[in-house]
């Protein structure tokens, strides 16, 4: 049954995978000495192809782009090949998170009275959608629900975090982080909705994700003016930590509170190797998702391929950024702080 | 010790006077002058070690600021670039107020860094102050990056901020670096026109002067060494004529009281007229 829909799809995820940077390529880019090594050698890779027409004064920035561009194409192609009906609902949601941080970025262009046309250069490519340019012409939340949004699927999010409230005075971080929570059990729900696999392995890598956002809000607000109840509010209704983890991490105070929170929970394994210094822990929670995204390709049958793919995909293209980066500033050893090699 | 190099004056003991105070003036110019100079290039050799720290500095600071926005970057995600962009409300953070320090009289202009507050940055200077005053403007973008990479934002922004903190430490000394090098060269040229050409000037023309004087009093006692000469040659003369007056005096009668008169009359006239002289 899932081959005659969505094998086809399957096939081709699993064959993108093989695009991957391994591991020896990673060894081999630390090698590079400059950025125009990293180019030369990435010519040699998937990206090749986007690469070779780029002017030759290179910077990091544009291997970025170009990784970018990538993942887009890949899944213009998913879009292209018109999945069946429970998997391109699925691909949708995936990219509800980047439409998501695109809305936000229109709004708070809008307010600040910026142009359209850059605000919409500026938008990630995966979370574009039809009416995003009229987003710039709203003034307050109730006529960006009436107007723009009431079509996208995002609009069901805005409905359940605010009703009334006024644009202004709503942080727009909050703002964010509220879709996003709205958004992690939307999709949660739908994942559960398709049952079977999927469902197990979308629930695992679904409930990560919530933890990982509470851990980092809770890092992130410390010492911030945003009140226990306010960051409460912005975890999500499930996870691994929710909801004694939760709780506790509401109540902690400063870094040391929210690593012994953490080691309390189900997540003590992954501290193990970890300091105290907060780059660490983003480190820790990445090399976690790339383990858990890759474990998925182990099974089959199951739609969370496609969100590990994409994970993977990200955390590549944060591979090469952190790479070029250090070796155009001259900062080499610092490479094994943030590449995480895939395969 | 030329004619050219003294000043074109008359020779006289009023005008010695006047130039000899001008040359103590001029000494005591040029001891002041020099006094400035030495704590100017002090200040200078100062700065310039300072200027050699900050820069090197300046670019620990910069790599690290860099670096935090790539460590940002790496969280946070590309797009966290434009969330920054767009909680900037337009409005500087940190302005660089001038103000002028005094070195030896000379003016320096230097810059201090200070945060937007126009109360707090007006309460004084110092690098003190910005801490304080970020500290009321940061909770507006404290909250960028919830969802991730805040902790590095902030840890960005610190950093940028201690790079923006030097960069302006460096602008103001190599300011009061450029400042105090002209200063210094105007000084050093004035002492050393002061010691080299002025005074000089002014002491050749004392001696000159003094020389003149020697010169008009030797004359005078030369001259009156003459007159005296003279006067005792006359004075034997006479002598000599009366005493021959007087043994062939009726020989010569008719003739000597003749010709003695007008010359007997012309000496004595002289010798009364030396008389004057003398006294």
Same mark, same amino acid.
């Not at chain 1, 307010?111 to 046309?117: A, G, L, Y």
């Not at chain 1, 070029?324 to 094994?336: F, G, L, M, N």
């Not at chain 2, 040359?23 to 100017?40: C, E, P, T």
């Given at each position: 049954?899932?081959?005659?829909?969505?094998?086809?799809?399957?096939?081709?995820?699993?064959?993108?995978?093989?695009?991957?940077?391994?591991?020896?390529?990673?060894?081999?880019?630390?090698?590079?000495?400059?950025?125009?090594?990293?180019?030369?050698?990435?010519?040699?890779?998937?990206?090749?192809?986007?690469?070779?027409?780029?002017?030759?004064?290179?910077?990091?920035?544009?291997?970025?782009?170009?990784?970018?561009?990538?993942?887009?194409?890949?899944?213009?192609?998913?879009?292209?090949?018109?999945?069946?009906?429970?998997?391109?609902?699925?691909?949708?949601?995936?990219?509800?998170?980047?439409?998501?941080?695109?809305?936000?970025?229109?709004?708070?262009?809008?307010?600040?009275?910026?142009?359209?046309?850059?605000?919409?250069?500026?938008?990630?490519?995966?979370?574009?959608?039809?009416?995003?340019?009229?987003?710039?012409?709203?003034?307050?939340?109730?006529?960006?629900?009436?107007?723009?949004?009431?079509?996208?699927?995002?609009?069901?999010?805005?409905?359940?975090?605010?009703?009334?409230?006024?644009?202004?005075?709503?942080?727009?971080?909050?703002?964010?982080?509220?879709?996003?929570?709205?958004?992690?059990?939307?999709?949660?729900?739908?994942?559960?909705?398709?049952?079977?696999?999927?469902?197990?392995?979308?629930?695992?890598?679904?409930?990560?994700?919530?933890?990982?956002?509470?851990?980092?809000?809770?890092?992130?607000?410390?010492?911030?003016?945003?009140?226990?109840?306010?960051?409460?509010?912005?975890?999500?209704?499930?996870?691994?930590?929710?909801?004694?983890?939760?709780?506790?991490?509401?109540?902690?105070?400063?870094?040391?509170?929210?690593?012994?929170?953490?080691?309390?929970?189900?997540?003590?394994?992954?501290?193990?190797?970890?300091?105290?210094?907060?780059?660490?822990?983003?480190?820790?929670?990445?090399?976690?998702?790339?383990?858990?995204?890759?474990?998925?390709?182990?099974?089959?049958?199951?739609?969370?391929?496609?969100?590990?793919?994409?994970?993977?995909?990200?955390?590549?293209?944060?591979?090469?950024?952190?790479?070029?980066?250090?070796?155009?500033?001259?900062?080499?050893?610092?490479?094994?702080?943030?590449?995480?090699?895939?395969? | 010790?030329?004619?050219?190099?003294?000043?074109?004056?008359?020779?006289?003991?009023?005008?010695?006077?006047?130039?000899?105070?001008?040359?103590?003036?001029?000494?005591?110019?040029?001891?002041?002058?020099?006094?400035?100079?030495?704590?100017?290039?002090?200040?200078?050799?100062?700065?310039?070690?300072?200027?050699?720290?900050?820069?090197?500095?300046?670019?620990?600071?910069?790599?690290?600021?860099?670096?935090?926005?790539?460590?940002?970057?790496?969280?946070?995600?590309?797009?966290?670039?434009?969330?920054?962009?767009?909680?900037?409300?337009?409005?500087?953070?940190?302005?660089?107020?001038?103000?002028?320090?005094?070195?030896?009289?000379? %003016?320096?202009? $230097?810059?201090?860094?200070?945060?937007?507050? &126009? !109360?707090?940055?007006?309460? /004084?200077?110092?690098? *003190? #102050?910005?801490?304080?005053?970020?500290?009321?403007?940061?909770?507006?973008?404290?909250?960028?990056?919830?969802?991730?990479?805040?902790?590095?934002?902030?840890?960005?922004?610190?950093?940028?901020?201690?790079?923006?903190?030097?960069?302006?430490?460096?602008?103001?000394?190599?300011?009061?670096?450029?400042?105090?090098?002209?200063?210094?060269?105007?000084?050093?040229?004035?002492?050393?026109?002061?010691?080299?050409?002025?005074?000089?000037?002014?002491?050749?023309?004392?001696?000159?002067?003094?020389?003149?004087?020697?010169?008009?009093?030797?004359?005078?006692?030369?001259?009156?060494?003459?007159?005296?000469?003279?006067?005792? %040659?006359?004075? $034997?003369?006479?002598?000599?004529?009366?005493? &021959? !007056?007087?043994?062939?005096? /009726?020989?010569?009668? *008719? #003739?000597?009281?003749?010709?003695?008169?007008?010359?007997?009359?012309?000496?004595?006239?002289?010798?009364?007229?030396?008389?004057?002289?003398?006294?």
């Amino acid at each position: 049954m899932f081959n005659t829909k969505d094998g086809f799809l399957e096939a081709t995820v699993r064959g993108c995978v093989g695009g991957f940077l391994r591991t020896e390529d990673y060894s081999n880019l630390q090698q590079c000495e400059t950025v125009e090594d990293i180019k030369l050698y990435l010519t040699s890779t998937d990206y090749g192809s986007l690469l070779q027409n780029e002017a030759s004064p290179t910077h990091p920035s544009l291997i970025v782009r170009c990784c970018l561009k990538k993942i887009v194409q890949d899944f213009s192609f998913f879009d292209l090949v018109k999945a069946a009906e429970p998997l391109s609902t699925f691909l949708q949601y995936l990219k509800y998170g980047y439409m998501i941080d695109n809305i936000v970025l229109m709004v708070t262009g809008a307010m600040h009275e910026r142009e359209v046309t850059e605000l919409l250069d500026k938008c990630h490519p995966l979370g574009m959608f039809d009416s995003i340019a009229s987003l710039g012409a709203v003034s307050n939340l109730r006529e960006l629900h009436r107007i723009v949004l009431v079509d996208t699927p995002i609009s069901a999010y805005f409905g359940e975090c605010f009703r009334d409230e006024n644009l202004d005075e709503v942080n727009i971080e909050i703002l964010r982080n509220s879709l996003y929570k709205a958004y992690l059990k939307d999709f949660f729900r739908l994942s559960q909705m398709l049952g079977g696999l999927t469902a197990e392995v979308m629930k695992e890598i679904l409930c990560f994700e919530a933890d990982r956002r509470a851990v980092n809000i809770t890092i992130n607000s410390i010492g911030t003016e945003l009140s226990r109840d306010d960051r409460q509010k912005l975890f999500s209704d499930f996870g691994h930590m929710h909801p004694e983890g939760q709780r506790d991490l509401a109540l902690c105070r400063d870094f040391e509170q929210v690593v012994s929170v953490i080691v309390n929970s189900t997540y003590q394994n992954i501290l193990q190797k970890s300091t105290s210094e907060e780059m660490n822990i983003d480190k820790v929670f990445y090399e976690t998702e790339v383990m858990k995204c890759s474990s998925m390709f182990a099974q089959q049958f199951h739609y969370g391929i496609f969100y590990a793919y994409l994970k993977l995909r990200e955390q590549e293209v944060r591979n090469l950024m952190w790479l070029s980066e250090c070796i155009a500033q001259d900062q080499k050893y610092r490479i094994v702080d943030g590449v995480i090699s895939i395969f | 010790m030329s004619t050219t190099n003294r000043l074109n004056v008359v020779p006289t003991v009023t005008v010695l006077a006047v130039v000899k105070n001008r040359l103590i003036g001029a000494q005591r110019g040029y001891k002041l002058l020099k006094k400035k100079a030495d704590a100017l290039s002090l200040r200078y050799r100062q700065i310039l070690k300072k200027i050699v720290q900050t820069k090197l500095s300046m670019g620990e600071n910069m790599k690290s600021a860099s670096f935090a926005w790539t460590e940002a970057k790496y969280v946070g995600g590309d797009g966290i670039k434009h969330t920054v962009l767009d909680s900037v409300d337009g409005k500087a953070e940190i302005r660089v107020r001038a103000y002028a320090d005094n070195v030896a009289g000379v %003016k320096i202009p $230097k810059f201090n860094a200070c945060g937007s507050g &126009s !109360l707090i940055g007006a309460s /004084g200077g110092g690098s *003190g #102050e910005t801490g304080t005053t970020t500290a009321t403007t940061e909770s507006k973008s404290e909250l960028t990056g919830l969802g991730r990479g805040g902790k590095q934002i902030q840890k960005c922004k610190k950093a940028y901020k201690e790079a923006l903190q030097t960069l302006v430490e460096l602008a103001s000394l190599q300011t009061a670096f450029l400042t105090l090098d002209q200063a210094i060269k105007t000084t050093n040229r004035r002492v050393n026109a002061l010691e080299n050409v002025v005074t000089p000037r002014l002491e050749n023309t004392v001696s000159y002067i003094k020389g003149e004087l020697d010169e008009l009093e030797r004359e005078e006692f030369f001259r009156l060494k003459k007159v005296q000469a003279k006067k005792k %040659k006359d004075a $034997k003369e006479r002598e000599e004529k009366e005493e &021959s !007056l007087s043994k062939g005096e /009726g020989v010569v009668k *008719g #003739e000597g009281g003749s010709g003695a008169g007008p010359v007997g009359n012309l000496i004595d006239f002289a010798n009364e007229k030396d008389e004057d002289l003398l006294f």
